[in-house]
Structure formats: C-alpha cells, structure tokens
C-alpha cells in the first residue's frame, strides 16, 4: 500500500471513532430513552422535557438549585412500590420540576439543569431534577417549596414525571402539592386523580427542614397501565 493512501486510512479511521465519541458524549439521555413500546397514562405535553440535560448516573437522592434560594427549605421523600403496593421498585426513574418562589419557570444558563425556552416560549426552567430508587425503593428530593402562579389560580405545585425500567413508556402523575395550602381548595382536592396515590403532603419540621411523605405505587390509577 502507497504511503498516501495509507495517511488516508488513518485519518478516515481516527475521524470515526472520533465521531462516535462525540456522539456518546453528547447523547446523556442514551440510557433512558429506551424503546418504549406500552403507551399509558393519556395525553402527555412536552415528556421529551424528561430528559433534557439527564445526568448518566442519578442517584436516590437530589438537591434541586432551588436548595439555596430563601423561603420553607423542603425534603420531600418516600417508597415507590411495584403495582402490588408492597413491594419496593428498583430502578424507577422520577422526574420532577417546579416554579421558584414567586411561581416562575425561570431559565438561568449558568445551570447545568436549567433548559432554555423552545420557540413556544414552553421551559421548564431551571428547579429541576431526577432520582432513581435503589433496592429499597426510596427517593429523597431536597428543594425549597415552590409559589404559586402569580395568576393565584392554581395551588402551589411539584409536578413529577415516573419511567419504569421496561418498555412502559414514561407517565406524569399526580403533582406533588400542601395540605396547607390555602389555594387547595375542596374543589381542587376533589379533581385530584390520585395517579400512583395522593399526591398531598403533610409537611412536618425536622432538623430545620420542612419533611414531606409521599409513597407511589407504580401504575395506581394511571389508563392503560397493563395488569400482571
């Protein structure tokens, strides 16, 4: 072989595995996104946001960037159950995203998590995080409790989003909202679906932080969801 053409290889070579490299590197949300062939829940706005700047390693505990803002400082934690309710879900991925406290979706570029809006002004902001249950099925989300919209309609909110390690595919379940709320009306607690169970928290005063229980059980009320 000529010594030119040999130069070529090499570099045609170095350029590929150069390029899957990139694109290994690039590509955080490989291992999550998997082939998802069970669709369930109903409609679903905006899901691929599950995944925008998805750390590869997730633990079972996060500390939102709201942590560090003032206001009712919160560790909202819990079991997620298999389908049965009693036994704990490894591997379950939660999603969760909230306003900051005064009701915003704010984008702040020089967080990591934070997404910018699309061109439908659509974000969800920068409050933002995942969790993965360990064999004992627990999370825990350190953040700070979110405001309100500043239209004042709607109770203070954590939404959250579940992906199972299957083929189901990724389902939004209920909020996670305050008992203490005075916007949660009797009205709004009778809308509550109660997908993977109540989403309602009874905060307590702990070691200085404000604690929030809430167990979900995997496919609770959630359309579709397939029977074993």
Partial sequence: MKLPYLIILCCLVLAFFSSCRGQEKKDSSSSWKVQSTVDVGGPFENREF???????????TDTSPGFT??????????IVYQSDAKTPATGVLLYYYQTN??????????????????????THGYIRGWVKT?????YSIYTIRPGSYPDAKEPA??????KEPNDIAEYWIDDFV????KLLTQRHRERLSKRAGSGILELKKKDGLWVGDRNLVL??????????
């Fill in 157 to 162: 909110h954590i939404h959250a989003t579940v």
């Fill in 50 to 60: 599950t995944y925008y700047n998805i750390p590869r390693n997730i633990s079972a």
């Fill in 134 to 138: 360990g064999s004992d099925g627990r």
């Fill in 101 to 122: 406290t005064e009701g915003r979706y704010l984008h702040k570029p020089e967080e990591k998590r934070s997404m910018p809006p699309n061109d439908r002004g659509q």
């Fill in 69 to 78: 803002l003032s206001g009712q400082k919160l560790l909202v934690t819990g």
């Fill in 219 to 228: 496919g609770l009320n959630i359309s579709g969801y397939p029977s074993k």
């Fill in 178 to 181: 305050f008992d203490d709320d």
